[in-house]
Structure formats: C-alpha cells, structure tokens
C-alpha cells in the first residue's frame, strides 16, 4: 500500500508578493525550487504562519537567486508580502522506501535565501 509523506519543505519563506491578477499558483525562486526538490506544476500546500491559513496550489518557477515566493490568483487573498510560509510537496511511498527515509528540508532566511538543507 502506498502512504502520503512529506517530500520536500522550504521552512518560513517570506512571502515577497501577492498578485491577484494573475491565473493562479505560487512562484518561487527556481534555486529554492531545486534545492528542495521542488518542480513546477507540482501540487504544494501552503502554511501560512501569520495568519494560520493552510491551501494548496502548485508552482511556477521563478527567477533563480531573485528570493521570489509570490502567490498569485486566488492564493493572493491567503497571504500578504511579509508574511512566513511554509511550502510543503509530498510524494507516495511503499512502507519499504521508508525505513532510512528523509524529507529534502530547505531553511531560508528573511530574504529567502538558504541557510540549512537537510
């Protein structure tokens, strides 16, 4: 049987914009994506530490190293530029994948740039 785990993390992110005008999604900096193993188009949840708001969505790339975590569309109403994100992506695994597993956890600063990586 499958099981849902988390698969990757980038932990408190600042959020950097909130474009309302936009289709929808979250763009994030293409370095933060590949550092935690994030793809574009995949599904995230978005945890919003300001505001406790929790959603889901899926990502755009942004522009390497510009520290870019902008949340477009309807996830404009979620969060305000300044406020601490937590973008999650899981992944599906068999019981055996999971006995030295570990999640790809980014750690970023105030201006989103990494810090730790697990």
Known sequence: MLQEFISSKIHRATVTDA??????????????????????????????????ERFHTYVIKGKADSGMICLNGAAARKAQPGDKVII????????????????????????NKITEQH
């Open 88 to 111: 999650i992506a899981y992944g599906l695994y068999n019981p055996e994948e999971m006995t030295n597993y570990k999640p790809q956890i980014v750690i970023v600063d105030d201006n």
């Open 19 to 52: 474009n309302l005008n936009y289709v929808g999604s979250i763009t994030i900096d293409e370095t933060l994506m590949k550092a935690s193993n994030i793809k574009e188009w995949q599904k995230v949840d978005i945890l919003n530490i300001n505001n406790g």
